[in-house]
């Protein structure tokens, strides 16, 4: 079954907020009123693509992550992306085209202790290009390059693009780390 536009939309939102959450911020992040996305999730509850886990929260099921095109990450492959990435895989930091910053990040926590620190400007130069989302649909991570997909359309600037970024980042790990059975070390 095909789902509708309107429901696609606040599957990706809840993709993005990343956690069990009231339909009134599902409705804030999908820029939507709330009483129309309060009947959408009620029909993506009872079609299995969202479920309640508590009175008035909402979260993706495995279904409204498929919905989205996100295949199910196992141990192994949860592994492989928290792993360093061979010296070809590595994300180079730009401070804009043809300025090099001599900065690389070699893995997902690489990746976050880097854009915690780095300038903002980079930041901003290679999310409005789509470098991020590409590097990590490169090494694989479809479900963080959706993510960050979605952040780049809300069109963020300033810190608060590299709050939410970086937010998104400790987040998959820390998820990707539950799937191994290993903790990970974010600073």
Same mark, same amino acid.
């Given at each position: 079954? =095909?789902?509708?536009?309107?429901? =696609?939309?606040?599957?990706?939102?809840?993709?993005?907020?990343?956690?069990?959450?009231? &339909?009134?911020?599902?409705?804030?992040?999908?820029?939507?009123?709330?009483? =129309?996305?309060?009947?959408?999730?009620?029909?993506?509850?009872?079609?299995?693509?969202?479920?309640?886990?508590?009175?008035?929260?909402?979260?993706?099921?495995?279904?409204?992550?498929?919905?989205?095109?996100?295949?199910?990450?196992?141990?192994?492959?949860?592994?492989?992306?928290?792993?360093?990435?061979?010296?070809?895989?590595?994300?180079?930091?730009?401070?804009?085209?043809?300025?090099?910053?001599?900065?690389?990040?070699?893995?997902?926590?690489?990746?976050?202790?880097?854009?915690?620190?780095?300038?903002?400007?980079?930041?901003?130069?290679?999310?409005?290009?789509?470098?991020?989302? =590409?590097?990590?649909? &490169?090494?694989?991570?479809?479900?963080?390059?959706?993510?960050?997909?979605?952040?780049?359309?809300?069109?963020?600037?300033?810190?608060?693009?590299?709050?939410?970024l970086t937010e998104i980042v400790k987040n998959r790990c820390i998820e990707l780390s539950k799937a191994t059975g290993h903790a990970v070390s974010l600073e």
């Open positions: 079954m =095909s789902l509708s536009p309107a429901k =696609s939309e606040i599957l990706a939102a809840m993709l993005l907020l990343d956690k069990p959450e009231r &339909a009134i911020q599902i409705a804030k992040e999908a820029g939507k009123e709330f009483p =129309s996305v309060m009947m959408h999730v009620i029909g993506l509850t009872r079609m299995g693509y969202t479920v309640s886990p508590e009175k008035g929260l909402y979260t993706l099921t495995k279904k409204g992550k498929e919905a989205l095109g996100i295949p199910e990450i196992n141990s192994e492959k949860a592994k492989t992306l928290l792993a360093d990435m061979p010296q070809d895989q590595t994300f180079h930091f730009y401070a804009g085209l043809g300025k090099p910053l001599s900065l690389q990040a070699c893995g997902l926590q690489d990746f976050y202790d880097k854009v915690l620190k780095i300038n903002l400007d980079s930041i901003i130069f290679h999310a409005s290009r789509g470098d991020f989302e =590409s590097w990590f649909a &490169a090494i694989g991570d479809v479900e963080l390059a959706k993510k960050v997909a979605l952040l780049k359309e809300k069109k963020m600037g300033g810190e608060e693009l590299r709050s939410r």
